[in-house]
């Protein structure tokens, strides 16, 4: 994790390994990345634990794909699907560089608004532009109590995901949030709010597969 070097003029300096959130904000990116205060959201609202089988789409440039390695460790499994090659190699790279050889990862060429090809699965996570195309594909694919998470940048976009997952009968406990965090200032006597915050990203949307209509 750390380590000291001494550099030629003899200073001695404490090297430390980036943290995910450092890295996948300074990582090469082909896509647009999502951001730590929603990585971290996405992963309690999505209820990833250790030993769960997820699919994410898109890829992208793998930020998401790196934490949900993370989170469901050794005995999990992660299928993306991406469908541009080039961002696919890109967060290949990407992963390899933050988290080494991830044997439990399979990244396929895939467009999923034609279908799920692995399951069942416990949890979905959806980052792309038209995630109501995947209501019927998610519930075929997750197993009762499944969890559904999707983001997406637009009030349109987030209502269209809404009313379909109602629409389908197949999911309930239908959430939809976004996450603001205001970073603070705390040095001597200016202890205050920052200045700048990340405002707006996307709303997330989480909910529970049911054994409804088949
Ligand atoms: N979550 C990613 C960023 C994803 S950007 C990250 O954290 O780095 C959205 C990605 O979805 C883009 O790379 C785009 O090519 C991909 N995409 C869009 N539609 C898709 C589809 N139908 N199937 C698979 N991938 C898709």
Redesign the pocket.
């Given at each position: 994790e750390g380590e000291t070097v001494e550099t030629s003029r003899g200073e001695r300096v404490l090297v430390l390994r980036p943290t995910l959130a450092e890295f996948v904000l300074e990582m090469p990116r082909g896509?647009?990345?999502?951001y730590p205060k929603d990585l971290a959201v996405l992963l309690l609202w999505g209820d990833v634990y250790p030993g769960a089988t997820v699919v994410e789409?898109?890829?992208?440039?793998?930020?998401?794909t790196m934490t949900l390695l993370r989170a469901v460790g050794p005995a999990g499994r992660v299928f993306s699907?991406?469908?541009?090659e080039e961002?696919a190699r890109q967060a290949q790279r990407n992963i390899a560089r933050f988290l080494g050889e991830a044997g439990n990862l399979t990244l396929r060429a895939?467009?999923?608004?034609v279908g799920i090809p692995d399951g069942p699965v416990d949890r979905l996570f959806l980052?792309?532009?038209e995630p109501w195309l995947v209501v019927d594909h998610a519930a075929d694919a997750l197993r009762p109590g499944g969890v559904w998470v999707s983001y997406v940048p637009t009030v349109p976009q987030a209502q269209q995901t809404v009313e379909t997952l109602q629409r389908s009968g197949r999911f309930a406990m239908i959430e939809t949030i976004e996450a603001l965090i205001r970073p603070w200032n705390i040095d001597g006597r200016s202890v205050r709010p920052a200045h700048r915050m990340v405002a707006h990203t996307g709303f997330i949307t989480a909910a529970r597969r049911i054994a409804g209509r088949a």
């Open positions: 896509a647009q990345v999502i789409a898109g890829t992208g440039s793998g930020a998401l699907y991406e469908l541009r961002f895939h467009d999923i608004y980052d792309l532009p």
